[in-house]
């Protein structure tokens, strides 16, 4: 189900991401996985770069994939920080592997 504050429904799959903070520790936040890129929850704008990398495993794949996302926005939904953001250069290697995750999913 879409909160009220999403722009748009599509799939989204909830997971945990490792996400790089400015001093380059791994924090781990939860947050949804959509074939655009990602929601994440409590990232701070004091602690992230406006350009993060994050990091996530994917189902059916062994290793961790380590993806570039350019954040879009923050807005308050559930009484919580979240923050909406895309891709950035994605490789059609794994937009792919996005896309049979996100498929594999609705199934």
């Known amino acids: 189900m879409a909160e009220n504050t999403e722009r748009r429904e599509s799939v ?4 945990r991401f490792a996400v790089a903070n400015r001093e380059g520790d791994w924090e781990q936040l939860q947050g949804d996985l959509s074939i655009n890129g990602v929601r994440l929850e409590d ?3 004091y602690r992230f770069s406006p350009l993060v ?4 495993q994917l189902p059916d794949e062994l290793q961790q994939r380590e993806l570039n996302v350019a954040i879009k926005r923050y807005f308050i939904s559930e009484g ?5 953001a895309v891709f950035d250069a994605l490789d059609f290697d794994g937009e792919l592997a996005i896309a049979r995750t996100i498929d594999a999913h609705k199934a």
């Open 12 to 15: 989204r799959i909830p997971m």
């Open 43 to 45: 990232l701070s704008p």
């Open 53 to 56: 990398t994050l990091r996530l």
């Open 80 to 84: 919580r920080v979240q923050t909406a």
